[in-house]
């Protein structure tokens, strides 16, 4: 078995501010993933990555930058926190982009 | 294009109940389909897939689903709740392929009733 270890749970910001959530895993994935999970909305993805260095956006990557710079860790920045991206951002990875994703408890991002 | 709806935003049941959560789906080829639950304050666990073969798929904690490409639908069942079963449940499809992209509907919240 692995784990997926975000960090950290719980990100205060001020608005405008860059904040940045970081993700590990050590299920040797190579595919990570970022989501944005709004109440009532479900999860939108933000960025994927597909390999080491690999970045590809998803529907909601405006206002967004990820950096895969090892396998194992996936990192996404807030480029300009805004009151209105309070959420909960999950992180994910598989085997590849066709299979069973396993998810961190999520990160909790409060802009004040 | 893929989508996903979950028309029922919250359902509620006594425990012992019979429960069935809807999912549609829309796909251009033949879906790979999912079935996620969210327990309070964690991350999203699979309960079941659907790759191909039999339409009906068995989970866990008894749980299964039934692939209906005539109906585009994928719908979960239990045949009787349990009160650790209150979460939400989350139906999702993929086309498969090297860089395909997973799509969640938007959820149905279930409380179970003691």
């Known amino acids: 078995g692995g784990i997926i270890t975000q960090t950290p749970k719980f990100l205060i910001g001020q608005e405008g501010q860059k904040l940045t959530l970081k993700c590990q895993q050590n299920?040797?994935?190579?595919?990570m993933y970022w989501y944005r999970q709004d109440s009532g909305k479900g999860l939108r993805l933000i960025y994927y990555?597909?390999?080491?260095?690999?970045?590809q956006k998803g529907d909601l990557s405006e206002g967004y930058d990820a950096s895969r710079e090892k396998k194992s860790s996936f990192s996404l920045t807030v480029t300009s926190a805004q009151k209105n991206e309070m959420a909960v951002f999950l992180c994910?990875?598989?085997?590849?982009?066709?299979?069973?994703?396993?998810f961190g408890e999520g990160s909790r991002l409060i802009v004040v | 294009a893929q989508s996903v709806t979950q028309p029922d935003a919250r359902v509620t049941v006594s425990e012992g109940a019979s429960l069935q959560l809807r999912c549609k789906y829309s796909?251009?080829?033949?879906?790979?389909l999912f079935w996620y639950v969210q327990y309070p304050r964690q991350g999203l666990q699979l309960l079941l897939k659907?790759?191909?073969?039999?339409?009906v798929v068995q989970g866990v904690n008894g749980f299964e689903a039934e692939f209906s490409k005539s109906n585009s639908s994928f719908h979960l069942r239990k045949a009787s709740v349990h009160w650790s079963d209150s979460a939400v449940y989350f139906c999702?499809?993929?086309?498969?392929?090297?860089?395909?992209?997973?799509?969640f509907g938007k959820g149905t919240k279930l409380s179970v009733k003691s």
């Open positions: 994910a990875s598989s085997r590849d982009s066709g299979n069973t994703l396993y």
């Open positions: 299920f040797n994935h190579d595919t």
């Open positions: 990555s597909i390999t080491e260095n690999d970045l």
């Open positions: 796909s251009s080829v033949t879906p790979y």
């Open positions: 659907y790759y191909s073969g039999d339409p």
């Open positions: 999702a499809v993929t086309s498969g392929g090297s860089n395909a992209k997973l799509t």
